[in-house]
């Protein structure tokens, strides 16, 4: 029986010694030794004697790789790190060669030669090795497990021949929804699957864009992945009528585009391109546009007045009518969805000349009539409307003595002026006399009336 350690390990001695060789045996060492009928310290004279069969050692750190969840011992410095190293990945191999070749197979294959199914990501593969853990297995087959991967049995799980080892590997991906964009780590091999893991699939069945396809594989390296969901956008262009489009786009803008709308150098998205857009949002477009118009104008005449000394002041008579002219006229004008808001003349061009109205004013001063009791009616014109002829306070009440239109008119005012602030304080007079003595007293002046004393 070997005088062995409870735990051997590898040693970084650059020699092979007997804590390597049971680090290598591992429990079984004993029966495998007897059976090729060989004791440690020959063993180990064989495998040195076979140095073709050995890789150089050299003096550089070699980092040992160890599967997701094992704890690796940090490497000895220089050289004896490399020796360790060396001695973990290629000994075990030497060892099994060695006692193959003195048995010629049996119990020695069997017992350390294993076959263990392998199946990564769904795929799997039969591996022969001579590993005792899950750990020491995917060592031999050369396969790393990274922090995001998982795996079962767990690394320092025993694995025997016949085993089975399940590894999913993760992979990286950049999701953008709508823009929102996240960093995510799955276990899936096909967007389809990553879509379940990340909680998204319900945007399959809600008319979601992909910028990949469903059944696309996930790459080992990871992928971006964008989703568009669909959505409801109502869309007011200038002065048309809204209308409701669906629509994939994240942004105005995009949904500008996607609709094939042109914008004006004057028009204007309201929210701007860069607003996002979100299902039930509405988009708001100010279309101001700017066109040159030509339109014909009437030309008014121009009214040029004669006086005449003969007709009395106040009188006119048109001596020749006048004829209005035509012109076109030019305009800048300015809309903002469907309204004009902004009218500017260019320049215009005369038609047809617009002959002058001639009109013959009177300038003869009418003859006043004669009246009587002047006084009485100052004092009367200075209570109705403080002493002021000409008086219009836009009552309806003219002059001194405040007569209203239709009195001025019916007693023959109209004889002396349109209106009663128009015409002369004797005018004035001669038509109140008329309307006093038609009356019998001063009750169209009522209240400066009693005030005077004077009889209504």
């Given at each position: ?25 591992g429990p ?41 969840g ?83 049995p ?65 790459p ?22 809204p ?50 118009v030509?339109?014909?104008?009437t ?41 004009e ?32 009791g002047g ?6 014109a ?59 007293g ?15």
């Amino acid at each position: 029986m070997l005088d062995r350690p409870s735990d051997p390990e590898f040693s970084s001695d650059p020699r092979i010694t007997r804590d390597d060789i049971l680090a290598v045996l591992g429990p079984d060492a004993d029966a495998l030794m007897d059976e090729a009928n060989v004791d440690v310290d020959e063993l180990i004279r064989l495998i040195n004697a076979e140095t073709t069969m050995l890789p150089a050692i050299v003096d550089t750190p070699v980092e040992p790789t160890a599967a997701a969840g094992t704890s690796v011992d940090e490497p000895d410095g220089g050289l004896a790190g490399a020796v360790k190293t060396w001695k973990k990945r290629f000994l075990k191999g030497s060892v099994l060669a060695m006692l193959i070749t003195l048995t010629g197979g049996g119990a020695a294959a069997l017992a350390m030669n294993k076959s263990v199914t392998l199946d990564i990501d769904g795929s799997e593969q039969t591996v022969r090795s001579f590993g005792d853990t899950v750990g020491e297995v995917l060592d031999d087959a050369d396969i790393d497990v990274g922090k995001h991967d998982a795996l079962s049995p767990s690394p320092q799980a025993e694995v025997g021949d016949g085993g089975v080892i399940t590894l999913e590997r993760g992979r990286h991906m950049t999701v953008s929804v709508d823009g929102e964009q996240r960093q995510v780590w799955v276990r899936a091999t096909t967007v389809d699957e990553a879509l379940g893991q990340l909680g998204l699939e319900d945007l399959k069945n809600e008319g979601a864009k992909f910028s990949a396809p469903l059944d696309s594989d996930v790459p080992l390296k990871g992928m971006a992945l964008e989703v568009k969901t669909q959505k409801s956008v109502t869309v007011y262009d200038g002065g048309e009528k809204p209308r409701e489009v669906t629509t994939h786009a994240v942004t105005a803008g995009e949904l500008i585009d996607e609709l094939d709308m042109k914008l004006g150098p004057q028009d204007r998205l309201e929210s701007g391109p860069k607003a996002s857009l979100k299902d039930g949002a509405e988009v708001y477009i100010s279309r101001t546009g700017v066109s040159v118009v030509k339109q014909k104008e009437t030309i008014e005449p121009e009214v040029r007045t004669i006086e005449d000394p003969e007709m009395e002041q106040g009188k006119e008579v048109v001596e020749k009518p006048g004829k209005a002219g035509e012109e076109l006229v030019s305009y800048r004008v300015t809309k903002e969805n469907g309204e004009e808001i902004a009218r500017e003349e260019i320049n215009s061009k005369v038609l047809k000349e617009a002959k002058d109205k001639v009109v013959r004013v009177g300038t003869k001063e009418p003859p006043q009539p004669q009246i009587t009791g002047g006084a009485v009616w100052d004092r009367l014109a200075n209570c109705e409307a403080t002493g002021d002829w000409s008086i219009n306070t836009g009552n309806g009440y003219y002059g001194g003595l405040q007569f209203d239109k239709q009195t001025w008119d019916a007693y023959g005012g109209d004889q002396y002026a349109a209106y009663p602030h128009e015409a002369s304080r004797e005018q004035q007079i001669a038509i109140a006399t008329q309307v006093r003595d038609d009356r019998g007293g001063y009750s169209a002046w009522p209240h400066c009336a009693a005030q005077l004393g004077l009889p209504t």
